[in-house]
């Protein structure tokens, strides 16, 4: 038989990934990348210059259609396959990432009247300005019994649909009524792709309160604002499983990607859920952990159980047939990324140039040769705050036990024990809930990094697997392709057949993970006193933070 082809493309938060995969046994032969233009909006609106507010964090839909225009193209030209060998086309997207529309798809942003409001621009996931909003939507679910609020863990996200659309709301109801469609961009790109709307079971469950058939009814949204009860028209639409045939790709994104009119374009996806059928983690009890800026990890079972702080619980929100769980860190890379842009001394900056090394790979180098606990230091890895099991945006990184002797590669280290530390305290939630987790799989940017990769073995205790592609997102979309142009049964059997993993690489050494045990109690320790209650602190310095820099504006 002749060898059929499918293009996964992976919409991250920066730059959008296309890579080309061999059908039948998931052979990656070409990828390209493409930078957003924009990239993160986060201090001024490009359109008009005006300074956004504290927490804000936009992108421009602009951006994304050159990533169609340029990567697609690019990837199947590194590939050397022919494009009318190409049967299938799949994507996956950053979440919740939201934007309003109107009837036919146009973002608002680029409606000419609306350039200049910020509102009218799509909401990346990482915008936690609307905590004020789910911290209601939270209370009053809770006063009200809702049903639905367990399946999230008891508090709904700042960075989800309906935090962001009672925002929308009450700080621009124009461009809240000019709303016809409010849609994940998961969504809004496999829209532009076939010319139909389409909404997957994935983000409505996991981001958008759709359980058991249902959304939040309106006497619960009346209880919000009386003008919220129609938000839930705007996102409303059959909901299709994932790996389905979303439609055929219209003449229009043919003509951008150089690929064949009518070919399968899967239903939209999220990049964590789509990257698990890549990484062979869709068995129950195997929790993937997709790690870059941000940490979102899934796992199914075939038990449904409330986390405490989970993100969600979502039937069929993984693989068909299975409950697939949620949770998750909201700063991970971004972390160790801000310590080394903002705090790293520039005599070691020059001695990681000297040696050929980034100052990532210097300060592992150093750090990988301490015991554990030698720095002193014990960290919250809250600096984006933190999305499990907390669920509180306004939170802010901690670091306890510094001195004139505490050196770069001390806190360095301490960094990533903070992150490994927040990973352990998703897995005891899980744990403690009932639903067991039996190995950790990574995937993501970060699994490059050795030190992180055991550092994580020996705190959860866990044996740890990778996915060996560096291109996780984009293979597991383009699984879901070749599942949505017939070519696999199903994504289990496309798993199977086109996922890869290296299991138990990193296996967790007794000594050191004793050693974290007693470091991880003192984590504990802090974890609860600054997020459950114990101080308010980081909350009093968030609220005098923003009001300075309103002040700024002014």
Request: charged share 20%; aromatic share 6%; glycine share 10%.
């Amino acid at each position: 038989m002749t060898d059929k082809y499918v293009v996964g493309v992976d919409f991250g938060t920066l730059s959008g990934r296309a890579l080309v995969v061999r059908v039948r046994d998931g052979a990656e032969l070409g990828t390209a990348v493409t930078e957003y233009r924009h990239g993160v909006i986060d201090r001024t609106l490009p359109a008009s210059g005006a300074a956004l507010p504290p927490d804000w964090a936009l992108q421009d839909p602009e951006d994304y259609l050159e990533v169609l225009r340029d990567a697609v193209p690019a990837a199947v030209a590194a590939a050397g396959v022919d494009p009318g060998e190409i049967i299938g086309l799949g994507t996956d997207f950053t979440a919740c990432t939201v934007l309003p529309t109107l009837a036919d798809g146009t973002p608002l942003c680029r409606v000419p009247r609306y350039a200049d409001r910020p509102h009218a621009y799509p909401k990346l996931w990482k915008h936690h300005a609307a905590q004020d909003q789910a911290d209601r939507i939270t209370a009053v679910a809770h006063e009200r019994d809702e049903p639905w609020i367990g399946r999230y863990g008891g508090r709904i996200s700042a960075e989800w649909e309906f935090a962001k659309g009672l925002q929308l709301l009450e700080e621009d109801p124009e461009i809240y009524a000019a709303t016809a469609r409010f849609i994940e961009a998961a969504d809004w790109i496999v829209w532009r792709l076939t010319g139909v709307e389409t909404r997957n079971v994935c983000t409505a469950g996991y981001k958008g309160i759709h359980q058991d058939g249902h959304r939040p009814g309106p006497d619960y949204l009346a209880a919000l604002h009386p003008g919220f009860t129609g938000f839930v028209a705007k996102l409303d639409h059959p909901l299709s499983p994932l790996g389905a045939r979303a439609g055929g790709l219209s003449a229009e994104a043919a003509a951008w990607t150089g690929l064949r009119p009518g070919i399968a374009v899967a239903v939209g996806n999220v990049d964590a859920h789509v990257t698990a059928p890549a990484a062979r983690a869709v068995a129950d009890g195997r929790m993937l952990a997709v790690m870059g800026t941000s940490t979102c990890h899934v796992m199914n079972s075939d038990r449904l159980a409330e986390v405490p702080g989970m993100c969600g619980v979502v039937d069929g929100g993984i693989v068909t047939g299975s409950w697939g769980y949620e949770a998750g860190q909201s700063g991970v890379g971004d972390i160790f990324a801000w310590f080394v842009a903002s705090s790293l001394p520039r005599s070691y900056a020059e001695r990681a140039a000297a040696l050929g090394l980034d100052p990532h790979e210097h300060l592992t180098e150093l750090a990988a040769r301490q015991r554990v606990g030698e720095h002193g230091l014990v960290a919250l890895d809250w600096h984006n705050g933190n999305r499990s099991v907390l669920v509180d945006h306004d939170l802010s990184g901690v670091i306890v036990g510094l001195t004139l002797a505490t050196t770069p590669e001390d806190v360095y280290r301490a960094l990533l024990e903070a992150t490994a530390f927040g990973t352990r305290t998703i897995i005891d939630a899980f744990e403690g809930a009932g639903v067991p987790v039996r190995e950790l799989i990574v995937a993501g940017g970060l699994l490059k990094n050795e030190l992180l990769m055991q550092i994580y073995a020996d705190v959860t205790r866990l044996p740890l697997s990778v996915l060996e592609s560096g291109q996780g997102p984009a293979l597991g979309a383009a699984i879901h392709a070749a599942v949505a142009a017939d070519c696999h049964p199903d994504v289990r059997a496309a798993s199977d057949a086109m996922g890869r993993v290296r299991r138990a690489a990193y296996l967790p050494d007794p000594d050191r993970a004793a050693a974290y045990d007693a470091l991880y109690a003192e984590y504990r320790l802090l974890h609860d006193h600054f997020g459950r209650g114990g101080n308010d602190v980081l909350h009093r310095l968030r609220r005098i933070r923003n009001e300075a820099r309103k002040e700024g504006t002014r």
